[in-house]
């Protein structure tokens, strides 16, 4: 195994640990309520505290990736992640456990913030970069699902507390392989300010962001709707409901790992993203028809496997396409940026599907997915017939040269 396949698998390792922590608790909810005294309104500050720290501490660790080298950021990060889920474990009431899940919350957003840009700086090699992106979709997509099922385990077998001390030991595994295999960006003193002009004068990034928007707005509003039916309507548990998430992981790594890269280099990374997109709205457009009184092989999985697919084939593109248009001094802001994004598409994409499934059903919050795909799917397609007129002008740049040899 090389020292780059060790650094990727130690980076994806971390940013799972952290993922599973946002979807292990979940599950745990009722026994740390009843364990600790919470009540029903303080008792969503255990996911909430999490993610608001996780989401206010991206954009300045990024950029203190570029002042100060993304290693030490990310070394950083991820050692106040373990001590802090250590405390997490150990907390003896509700203050003391929404304490820890803040701090928690900053270590997991710090760490998080420069991997994309650390990814991106161990491969030269657009494909192998490529491949990296597809390992870390596959990761984002597999984290909920997995850790909806660790936490019904955990929860059932052991203990609430084990959502969280189960981190100790693996965080201290990838600190200790970080400091021998992973090397990071170096700084790059890190002028403009906290969101600097320059960062945004590559147009492919700025679009690719907003594609990435409506990807997470549709993946996070999937998982939340159907998590929903599945519990509500066909009176699945929370550990089948883990399971049923299971095929559609498989699907996205398959995608993703499997042929996303491959297609890419075949067709062109634009109009596979193109490609993945429009799946992802076809399998989203099948779900608005749930009926009230469905079935999951029937009615849930055939849309989930195609929104799977569109999912696995889009994502690594879309993440390569802007990481990849970054310049060196912009590597931990931009990732810290498009972390950020990822978290915003999320959160708008729960909040929205929160009031849409309450108000108007099921189907309505699937079709507010379908639509912000929909405007993705046109940035993307706005993407293609751009790189096609850039190729026809590097093209008739050359025929005139190439004349006057004759």
Do not use: H
Not at 67 to 89: D, E, K, M, Q
Not at 121 to 144: K, N, P
Not at 194 to 215: D, E, K, M, V, W
């Amino acid at each position: 195994m090389t020292t780059k396949t060790v650094a990727l698998a130690t980076l994806a390792a971390t940013q799972l640990m952290v993922i599973l922590d946002g979807t292990v608790v979940t599950v745990a909810l009722p026994a740390i309520r009843d364990d600790l005294g919470f009540g029903d309104t303080s008792l969503s500050w255990v996911v909430n505290g999490f993610l608001l720290a996780f989401a206010l501490v991206l954009l300045p660790a990024g950029r203190a990736g570029d002042a100060f080298g993304t290693r030490p950021v990310f070394l950083a990060g991820l050692s106040i992640f373990t001590l802090a889920s250590a405390w997490c474990g150990l907390a003896w009431d509700p203050i003391s456990l929404v304490t820890a899940r803040f701090v928690q919350g900053l270590g997991g957003g710090i760490a998080s913030a420069v991997v994309l840009g650390m990814i991106a700086g161990l491969y030269a090699e657009a494909r192998d970069r490529l491949r990296a992106f597809a390992v870390l979709a596959f990761v984002g997509s597999i984290g909920a699902s997995v850790g909806t099922v660790l936490g019904g385990v955990l929860t059932e077998v052991a203990s609430w507390r084990w959502a969280f001390l189960i981190n100790v030991p693996l965080g201290i595994i990838a600190l200790v392989v970080a400091l021998r295999a992973v090397e990071g960006t170096p700084p790059t003193g890190a002028k403009g300010g906290l969101l600097p002009r320059g960062l945004f004068a590559q147009r492919r990034f700025a679009l690719g962001n907003l594609i990435l928007l409506t990807l997470t707005f549709g993946g996070f509003t999937f998982q939340f709707v159907t998590t929903l039916y599945l519990q509500d309507v066909l009176g699945f548990g929370a550990l089948a409901t883990g399971l049923a998430f299971l095929p559609v992981s498989a699907v996205i790594a398959v995608a993703s790992l499997g042929f996303s890269a491959a297609l890419a280099e075949r067709f062109g990374s634009e109009r596979i993203l193109v490609a993945g997109v429009l799946g992802f709205v076809a399998g989203m457009v099948y779900l608005v028809r749930l009926p009230e009184a469905g079935s999951f092989p029937f009615d849930v999985l055939p849309g989930a496997v195609v929104m799977g697919l569109g999912f696995g084939i889009a994502m690594p593109q879309v993440t390569a396409l802007a990481m990849g248009a970054l310049a060196p001094e912009y590597a931990g802001i931009g990732s810290g940026l498009t972390t950020t994004t990822q978290q915003v598409g999320g959160f708008l994409g729960t909040l929205i599907a929160a009031g849409l499934v309450t108000t108007e059903g099921y189907g309505a919050a699937y079709a507010s997915a379908a639509i912000a795909l929909a405007a993705g799917a046109a940035v993307a397609a706005y993407l293609l017939v751009d790189a096609a007129r850039a190729r026809d002008s590097k093209v008739a740049e050359r025929v005139p040269e190439e004349a006057a040899r004759l």
